[in-house]
């Protein structure tokens, strides 16, 4: 016995912060210098979005993320772990405009894109201090930007790079638009709602007399309806097909065309057709070959074609509508309805169908491409693959990239003034159409000499999804880069399947015909203790800094990795995370006692001590593969397990008496158990291991590799767990009930037949005779 060297009485929050400090001035701990022949492993770090405080949910993440990080390096490889912040967006400028009162499109450009850059610096650096006190080991001295001058080139460049194999098409047609942000959206950008709205039934004259029931949400597209469409089927329409009928407040006749797109179940069964209410609006203009009416633009008013509702917002208009239907007699009723409504996924708001030009990506024709890549990277868990196979299965248009904002990267175009050729630089520099001087002296195609730069921008999944490329060096390093590609890992959430997972396949498919990754880590999301989504209307945000300067970042971990199995989402309660410290407080207590024990040269095993190392054996090799794989919850839970209900109750207290008097079977085992569930916890809590590390052994746990199974412990041994568990749970029962205390003798027990090995430690503990 000696002075244990782990001093500190108690695991305290506090001793986090030391060891963040250690490891600040040791920038060496965590660096990716691979060594010749060690193999690689590079993570395509998700970037997260800086939007004022970090979701609770998001620490979790990327906590997890980092143990992979971790893990991967203590088997043996070297990690490439980059860190980035995605910048660019809309999100941004909305906040800009917010503050400032101001919209987007009434501010000088540069100005506003000077104003962006203001407000995101304070933003981003606050995620970056919680990803430190975390312990995230990425490579956060060199994060990425991609609102950087390079990134920027990177992404332009790949564009470029595909541009001249027509992979990118200009196209007018009707698309989602958002009002609020002003800006054609792609599918990926649109949520569902369900929302309260009003169903208004008018009554259409007809042209010979009579009149037809016609249920619709949108009354104030009634200036834009150019048909009606019943089922062929049926029979309540049949005479009326082909009729003409008159549209109310505005009087001009529609005809009523049998069409199968009618739902004969809802409203009345006749459905009128305007530019543009939803999809079926768009498909059936251009198979019908009607005339569209531009209703509404882009700002969400009125235009002068809906007459007298012309400057009013949407909703406003349709209220007026109903009041204006009702004073002229063709009101039927309006009724409550529920109704499934997409809303634009940045600014909530409803979307409207609008006309506009975009740049399109292809995508459509590269489907089953797409699938049989995605089929053959590896997914964990595998059953999220399904996510990716139903979003690409249900794309309806090509990708449009455009967008009509300003802090986003330029798309590098400029037009030819004279015969509109349209024109793209080489590769590799940062273009801003916009603002800098053409780099061209004359068209190529008419020989002109003037030039206009494309004002729009790329969609910010257009960033997003050259991640991967961008950190294993393409166009950099390209040897790094062909060693190094498919990346070894994309960790994200399942959130983002459709949006950052799908467009990285589909640029990493157009690049490079091959699947971007070896393995997709999908992890679920954070949710409060009820299993809802966190909002501020909710009330039910969790604020991370709270959570862990009261219980410290280990014991969020420890949480994050034991709640769920890989890819559910997971409840986030402070009771549990309060109950993950107690973990804690437990592996320091029976670390202290053990550092209290000199650590022998390895001494004559006892069965007992054989025991505990053959449980050791078998978590080692559990938790090495389950860490290959990716799996947290695996090791967590075992770890915890071994700790709390086998190692610190059963072998501890059974070789206390040896250990005493200096046995050196039990010092030596007990100190290889601890070194090996340091070891094997060190990717989960990396503090607490650490400092336990450092305390009793020396040297940092995050310079070590995982334990290896022993040699030479007999396998069998295991065979005794069950029974030791139940004998010495068995006598402090018997102890408890007849309200002895433990240290108290026990006569007339007998060890039985098959723990007859352990006979003498289990005696000794439980003071038999
Ligand atoms: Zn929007
Ligand atoms: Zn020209």
Request: hydrophobic fraction near 40%; glycine fraction near 6%.
């Amino acid at each position: 016995m000696r002075e244990p060297r782990l001093s500190e009485k108690a695991w305290v929050v506090a001793i986090e912060e030391a060891i963040l400090d250690a490891w600040r001035t040791d920038p060496d701990l965590y660096r990716f210098a691979p060594e010749p022949g060690q193999p690689v492993f590079v993570i395509d770090t998700p970037p997260p979005y800086p939007s004022g405080s970090w979701h609770i949910g998001a620490v979790m993440a990327y906590s997890m993320i980092d143990m992979i990080a971790r893990a991967q390096r203590m088997l043996g490889r070297a990690v490439l772990f980059p860190f980035g912040l995605d910048r660019n967006g809309i999100n941004i400028e909305r906040t800009v405009e917010r503050k400032t009162g101001k919209p987007l499109h009434e501010w000088d450009r540069e100005a506003f894109i000077d104003a962006c850059r203001r407000e995101i610096e304070a933003i981003g650096q606050g995620l970056l201090d919680l990803a430190v006190r975390v312990g995230v080991s990425a490579d956060l001295e060199h994060t990425y930007l991609t609102d950087s001058d390079e990134y920027r080139a990177f992404s332009q460049a790949i564009f470029l790079e595909l541009w001249p194999r027509g992979l990118f098409y200009r196209g007018e047609r009707p698309n989602f638009w958002c009002p609020v942000c002003e800006t054609p959206l792609a599918e990926a950008d649109i949520v569902y709602e369900e929302r309260a709205s009003k169903l208004v039934w008018m009554r259409f004259p007809l042209a010979h007399g009579g009149q037809i029931l016609i249920a619709s949400t949108r009354p104030e597209l009634l200036a834009a309806c150019r048909a009606i469409i019943v089922h062929p089927d049926d029979e309540r329409f049949r005479r009326l097909q082909g009729v003409k009928a008159r549209v109310p407040l505005y009087g001009n006749e529609v005809p009523i065309v049998p069409h199968p797109a009618a739902r004969p179940e809802f409203g009345s069964g006749a459905a009128m057709i305007c530019s543009y209410g939803d999809m079926v609006d768009i498909q059936l203009f251009r198979e019908l070959r009607l005339e569209p009416v531009k209703a509404i633009d882009e700002r969400g008013r009125m235009t002068s074609a809906a007459e007298r509702y012309r400057g009013l917002p949407v909703e406003e208009a349709r209220t007026r509508a109903i009041a204006d239907l009702e004073s002229d007699g063709a009101l039927e009723r309006v009724e409550p309805i529920q109704h499934r409504a997409p809303l634009c996924h940045r600014s909530g708001t409803p979307i409207e169908f609008l006309s506009s030009e975009a740049w399109y990506l292809r995508q459509l024709e590269f489907r089953e491409d797409l699938k049989g890549l995605a089929a053959r990277m590896d997914f964990h868990p595998p059953r999220h693959r399904q996510l990716l196979f139903d979003w690409i299965d249900g794309l309806t248009i090509d990708w449009p990239i455009s967008r009509r904002r300003y802090y986003h990267t330029e798309i590098p175009l400029w037009y030819c003034k004279a015969c509109k050729e349209v024109l793209a630089p080489p590769p590799g520099k940062y273009y801003r159409p916009w603002k800098d001087p053409a780099p061209f002296d004359r068209c190529p195609t008419c020989g002109g000499r003037e030039f206009v730069g494309e004002d729009r921008v790329f969609d910010t999944w257009m960033d997003s999804s050259v991640s991967n490329l961008f950190v294993t060096g393409y166009r950099r390093d390209m040897r790094f880069f062909e060693a190094n590609f498919p990346t070894s890992l994309r960790p994200q959430g399942k959130d983002i399947v459709r949006t950052w997972l799908y467009y990285t396949i589909l640029k990493s498919y157009l690049v490079r015909a091959s699947p971007p990754f070896r393995r997709v880590f999908i992890h679920g999301l954070g949710l409060d203790a009820r299993g809802r989504a966190m909002h501020r209307t909710l009330g039910n945000i969790i604020e991370p800094w709270p959570l862990i300067k009261k219980y410290g970042a280990d014991a969020v971990r420890f949480f994050a990795a034991s709640e769920t199995n890989p890819g559910d989402d997971f409840r986030i309660s402070e009771a549990k995370i309060g109950g993950a410290g107690k973990f804690l407080t437990k592996l320091w207590n029976v670390a202290r006692f053990i550092s209290s024990f000199e650590e022998p040269p390895a001494g004559k095993l006892h069965p007992t001590d054989e025991w505990i190392l053959a449980e050791l054996n078998r978590l080692i090799e559990a938790c090495r593969g389950a860490y290959d794989e990716s799996n947290l919850f695996l090791p967590a839970t075992r770890c915890r397990d071994f700790l709390w209900n086998v190692f610190a109750p059963h072998y501890v207290e059974m070789v206390k008496g040896r250990a005493y008097e200096g046995d050196a079977g039990a010092t030596w085992a007990l100190h290889a158990c601890l070194r090996d569930l340091l070891r094997l916890l060190a990717p989960i809590v990396p503090c607490s291991t650490d400092k336990i590390w450092r305390s009793v052994y020396g040297g940092s746990v995050h310079r070590e590799r995982f334990p290896a199974p022993r040699d030479g412990i007999p396998a069998s041994r295991l065979e005794a767990t069950e029974a030791l568990v139940a004998f010495n749970s068995d006598v402090w029962k018997q102890k408890r009930d007849r309200g002895l205390s433990l240290k108290v003798e026990l006569p007339g027990v007998t060890v039985p037949e098959a723990l007859r090995p352990f006979e003498g430690d289990l005696r000794r503990m439980h003071h038999l005779v």
